[in-house]
């Protein structure tokens, strides 16, 4: 089964950029869509960012603008850039292969203000 391990969180101050990478275990141009989501203390897993196999992204509107998401199909690699990051970013993000269901164990992004 296809595992997948985020790495790259941490504490930032606000207006600061951290980038998330998010390492498949199999290859990730056939597992399709992929999606990184948060979770905030006492608040609902939320979606952030999808992209397809062929690049096509989305975004929730809180972070237009201010996140990237991107992958790289040869490192099975799914990355979310995060700029000028508020504090109400901070939560445990996760990513996702949507087709599967599968999550990785996520990892903290705390923005200090």
């Known amino acids: 089964q296809v595992q997948l391990v985020e790495s790259g969180g941490g504490l930032v101050q606000a207006g600061g950029s951290l980038r998330l990478s998010c390492a498949a275990s199999g290859n990730i141009f056939s597992l399709g869509v992929m999606g990184w989501y948060r979770q905030a203390p006492g608040k609902q897993r939320e979606l952030v960012a999808l992209?397809?196999?062929?690049?096509?992204?989305d975004y929730a509107d809180s972070v237009k603008g201010r996140f990237t998401i991107s992958r790289d199909n040869v490192k099975d690699t799914v990355y979310l850039q995060m700029n000028s990051l508020k504090p109400e970013d901070t939560a445990v993000y996760y990513c996702?292969?949507?087709?599967?269901?599968?999550w990785g164990q996520g990892t903290q992004v705390t923005v200090s203000s």
């Open positions: 996702k292969i949507e087709i599967l269901r599968i």
């Open positions: 992209i397809t196999t062929g690049g096509t992204t």
